[in-house]
């Protein structure tokens, strides 16, 4: 089975999320991994920062005018009723939450709940947009099997026996969606893999089910011989070592979550970079 990670632009317009369903409605049963649509990750951080400063008005106003985009998109998303209607009351009740979240007294726990909403929208989203378009979906929650240890490195034992038992459970379906980025800790309060964290999520469930690859879609064509955003020209590397690709990481290749790269070596399980804007392109295979 293959693992797929799908970033933020990815699913950060419905038309983009066509293209991810094209991409994987490839008869091929796989696990899907998402982010939050794009930017919403940032405005959720900076919803939380507002309740930290005691700001609860600027905070209600963020999560009111998010609230209005979300049912925008949903509306162009899902013209199908029964599922316009439910994934309409499932986003009312997470900007319920946040709204109730803006009347609390700020605490690490309570911004953990609140930046995890953007990958449970984007999933619970696109997962009903498959099932509109007639494709065997199930949506894994993330919190039902990604968790990390009291040093914050995820626990791999709970990892693969809770997720085998999600698969279990839906052995039905031909993809299956999750959230990247989320997580319980070992106290099982909400948690996250930090700031890009999708990436890591897809390589610690390729590890876990012992993919036969993982895949990074995001919207350039692989890693470059140089950085993009400041070097006209730049060309796609083919092929990587699990090392090179960590330094590059490392070192800023934004393209990939530095601490991505050790699941997969450790697995030895290939890492595929692709661009969902252009699938056909090669991209770079570590
Ligand atoms: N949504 C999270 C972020 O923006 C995680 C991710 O996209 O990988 O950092």
């Not at 797929?4 to 991994?33: A, C, P, R």
């Not at 982010?35 to 951080?45: D, I, P, R, Y």
């Not at 990939?256 to 790269?261: K, T």
Request: proline share 3%; aromatic share 6%; net charge negative.
């Amino acid at each position: 089975m293959k693992v797929l990670k799908f970033g933020g632009t990815s699913v950060g317009s419905v038309e983009n999320m066509s293209h991810v369903k094209n991409i994987i409605n490839d008869g091929q049963k796989k696990i899907v991994v998402l982010s939050a649509m794009s930017g919403t990750t940032n405005q959720l951080v900076s919803i939380a920062q507002d309740i930290a400063d005691e700001k609860s008005d600027e905070a209600l106003n963020k999560i009111s005018k998010l609230n209005e985009s979300y049912l925008l998109t949903v509306d162009s998303l899902l013209q199908d009723s029964t599922l316009n209607h439910s994934v309409k009351e499932y986003v009312s009740s997470v900007f319920d939450f946040l709204k109730g979240c803006a009347k609390k007294d700020f605490s690490q726990a309570l911004e953990n709940q609140i930046v995890a909403q953007g990958e449970l929208l984007s999933t619970y989203m696109f997962n009903s947009y498959l099932n509109q378009e007639g494709i065997a979906s199930a949506l894994l929650p993330a919190l039902d099997f990604m968790r990390i240890d009291e040093n914050k490195e995820p626990n791999i034992e709970f990892i693969k026996e809770n997720i085998g038992a999600v698969l279990k459970e839906n052995a039905g379906a031909e993809i299956y969606i999750t959230q990247g980025f989320i997580c319980l800790d070992d106290n099982d309060e909400v948690s996250n893999l930090q700031r890009g964290g999708s990436d890591f999520t897809a390589t610690i469930i390729g590890a876990a089910v012992l993919a036969e690859e993982v895949q990074i879609w995001t919207d350039i064509s692989g890693m470059h011989n140089n950085d993009p955003r400041y070097v006209e020209n730049t060309n796609p590397i083919s092929n990587l070592s699990f090392d090179e690709a960590a330094e590059l990481a490392y070192f800023g290749a934004k393209i990939l979550h530095p601490l991505s790269i050790r699941p997969a070596k450790l697995a030895d399980i290939p890492v595929r970079l692709k661009n969902t804007m252009e699938p056909a392109a090669e991209g770079t295979l570590i």
